[in-house]
């Protein structure tokens, strides 16, 4: 070939490769430009699309439209879509991170979700389990919200969170959980199992779970004796707990303190807070403790809250006498770095309704032996306070405190062994006290939980000291629990004692000495008498209070000579009226027989002739007899005096005019009407309108 025709092959080979390259570049810029403008189109009428943002709830949808693969947040809440609703197609949207589904028609778990799921909301739906396999393909799941479905325990497939090793939240509420579930993953930081039917919290409840911050439990059906004792230790990091709307008398214990901000002990059935329940929670910011039965608070409770900014005890019968003079001083020393609600006082009568932080005046008749110091008052382990029931100028007077109604009020913890008890292990009976004076103590407990306490005494004093010991506990270590009582009181009431539990009980009378400016505190000066002691034990929880239905037996006993009363003449009464009623209805039935027969043997003698009808114009005192084509008026012979000569008779004759017979046989019924349209009544009667006088 000449070398110009190689040139010249070269030269449009070339051009070829020139125009092939720039085709491919075209159609590549066309396959775009048609892709765009396709995602353009794809956004469904039904819905409105907001660049990535796509709004398809509160359409009525039954099923899910395609949707632009573009998309990352899709709503489609408050629909109708169903598990059948949902396309696979889902799938290969793989730019999604929230999808809101809640309040459809689900009855499972949707499945053909996309993988690149961050967050999925799927509350108020009709779900009843979690298959792992279904979890399985969204491994980037970091929050599942299932609140309001109706998930169970064992609906639960075991280890279902195991694919998802980034899940942080997991909402559970108002579900039909009856335990925890298992197999939590440990990336879990909060957890929300309020309102279901949990009633039990094992050891393992919580296992692995060391990075959960906030842990939701309102609302269940916990008990103190239903929860083991470690089960919220192993909460390391834990921060804020909501134990709202249980069953509880008394926090649970060992309750993390490290990390603690928020703790909610609401609306239970707290009866007691136990001094060292809230040991070192030094970063607690917020304590609730509305809704509960808690009528004082222990001293040194708060020791350890320096961080606490909130305090909430609405809604507890408060009973602000000395035994709260602690925490009036705690408050006063905190100022304005904290903020009270509802420390209220309802008891006694004369500072109802009355703050406690207001009762400066009242709280400072209460003698302190001991000094609180500023910040740290409930800390203080001093003798502590003591109500004050001497006298001026030696003169016995009454106590300026207010006296308590329960066992649980103005007590104090003893640090002084001197007041020695005597032997725990003996059975201690009533007895007699010396100076002077005799003593007779008797207890009797009244529930599982209160003993009452009563004495008598030969000669009046100005106090006594009550002492109670439960057995097993060394008095040398300083547990003797005691209070001061009035002179003039001869009962009471000790409660929120341990129940199943021996309690040794003493009580001392106290003298009064005067001299110079002033009188010494009856607390101070204990007579030299020697403690008259009794011994008592508490009932088990679950059987019933005997001591309760002891005290109810006089009452009862009294009300027998009145119910006896009116149960006797109830029952005359109502004898009365039976026979009353029997003699009536015998009376009656007699009438009715003798009228009955008086009637039967009145048709014997008035009936002598077959023919014999009623006229039915004077009752039963005529009858017609019928001879031959006439009539004849025939009186009845009667019992009743002779009547008038003249009567007035109305006849209404009985047969047809033409002489036809009145009663006729079977084979003359079809012609009743003799060709006329006269007619009779069944039995022979002729109707009214061809009747006549």
């Not at 003996?426 to 599982?448: E, F, I």
């Not at 403690?531 to 929880?541: G, I, L, N």
């Not at 008779?649 to 003799?674: C, D, E, M, R």
Request: net charge negative; aromatic share 6%.
């Amino acid at each position: 070939m000449a070398p110009e025709g190689v040139a010249e092959l070269r030269d449009w080979l070339f051009l070829l490769m020139l125009c092939l390259t720039l085709l491919a570049e075209v159609l590549e810029v066309a396959a775009a430009t048609g892709y765009d403008e396709e995602e353009d189109l794809v956004c469904p009428s039904v819905c409105r699309c907001d660049e990535d943002f796509i709004y398809c709830n509160d359409r009525g949808l039954s099923s899910i439209p395609p949707l632009p693969l573009s998309a990352t947040v899709l709503y489609l809440q408050n629909n109708h879509i169903d598990n059948a609703g949902l396309p696979t197609s889902l799938e290969r949207h793989l730019t999604v991170l929230v999808v809101y589904l809640y309040d459809n028609e689900l009855d499972d778990f949707p499945m053909h979700l996309p993988p690149s799921l961050r967050e999925l909301h799927l509350q108020d739906n009709n779900i009843r389990t979690l298959p792992r396999a279904t979890l399985a393909r969204m491994p980037l799941l970091e929050k599942l919200h299932l609140d309001d479905n109706s998930v169970s325990t064992v609906s639960i497939e075991d280890k279902a969170f195991v694919d998802n090793p980034r899940l942080r939240l997991l909402f559970l509420s108002r579900n039909h959980l009856s335990s925890i579930p298992s197999g939590l993953p440990a990336s879990l930081e909060e957890l929300r199992l309020d309102d279901n039917r949990i009633s039990t919290i094992p050891t393992h409840a919580f296992r692995g779970l060391s990075s959960l911050r906030r842990l939701v439990l309102d609302g269940n059906l916990l008990a103190n004796q239903r929860i083991a004792d470690d089960t919220f230790s192993r909460l390391s990091n834990l921060t804020e707990l909501s134990l709202v709307r249980n069953s509880l008398l008394t926090p649970p214990v060992n309750l993390p303190s490290a990390h603690l901000q928020r703790l909610s002990l609401q609306d239970n059935a707290l009866i007691h807070m136990p001094r060292g329940s809230l040991d070192g929670m030094r970063r607690l910011q917020r304590l609730d403790l509305s809704g509960n039965n808690l009528t004082t608070l222990p001293r040194g409770l708060f020791k350890d809250l320096d961080s606490l900014g909130q305090l909430l005890v609405r809604g507890n019968p408060w009973h602000c006498g000395c035994n709260l003079r602690w925490l009036h001083d705690w408050l006063h020393a905190r100022g304005n770095s904290i903020t009270v609600r509802g420390l209220t006082c309802q008891a006694p009568e004369k500072v109802r309704d009355m703050a406690l932080k207001d009762l400066t005046s009242q709280m400072e008749e209460c003698e302190v032996t001991g000094v609180v110091p500023a910040g740290a008052g409930a800390g203080a382990t001093g003798s502590g306070t003591r109500d004050r029931v001497g006298g001026v100028g030696g003169v016995a007077a009454s106590s300026t405190t207010l006296s308590p109604p329960q066992g649980s009020l103005f007590t104090l913890r003893s640090k002084r062994p001197g007041l020695g008890l005597p032997d725990s292990g003996l059975d201690y009976t009533l007895g007699s006290s010396g100076v002077g004076k005799s003593l007779a103590l008797n207890v009797k407990p009244l529930a599982h939980d209160s003993i009452r306490v009563t004495w008598s005494v030969a000669q009046p004093t100005s106090s006594f000291r009550l002492s109670w010991l439960r057995l097993g506990t060394s008095a040398a270590m300083g547990s003797i629990t005691e209070t001061l009582v009035r002179g003039d009181r001869r009962e009471y009431l000790l409660t929120s004692l341990h129940p199943r539990s021996s309690y040794i009980i003493c009580m001392v009378p106290l003298a009064t000495s005067s001299g110079g400016k002033g009188a010494m505190t009856a607390g101070d000066t204990d007579s030299d008498e020697a403690p008259v002691c009794a011994k008592a034990e508490t009932s088990d929880p679950s059987q019933p209070d005997v001591g309760q239905e002891d005290n109810q037996d006089p009452e009862h006993m009294a009300t027998l000579p009145l119910a006896g009363i009116i149960g006797g003449a109830t029952v005359i009464v109502s004898l009365a009226l039976i026979f009353a009623i029997f003699c009536w209805y015998g009376h009656r039935a007699g009438r009715l027989s003798s009228r009955d027969q008086y009637s039967r043997g009145s048709s014997r003698k008035s009936k002598h002739y077959d023919d014999y009808i009623e006229s039915g114009t004077k009752k039963d005192t005529t009858i017609l007899e019928i001879r031959g084509p006439g009539f004849q008026m025939t009186p009845m012979v009667t019992h009743q005096p002779p009547k008038p000569l003249r009567e007035d008779y109305i006849i209404h004759t009985i047969f047809p005019s033409n002489g036809t017979g009145l009663y006729k046989g079977a084979h003359q019924v079809s012609n009743a009407g003799y060709g006329t349209n006269r007619g009779y009544r069944e039995r022979g009667i002729p109707d009214i309108d061809y009747c006549y006088t």
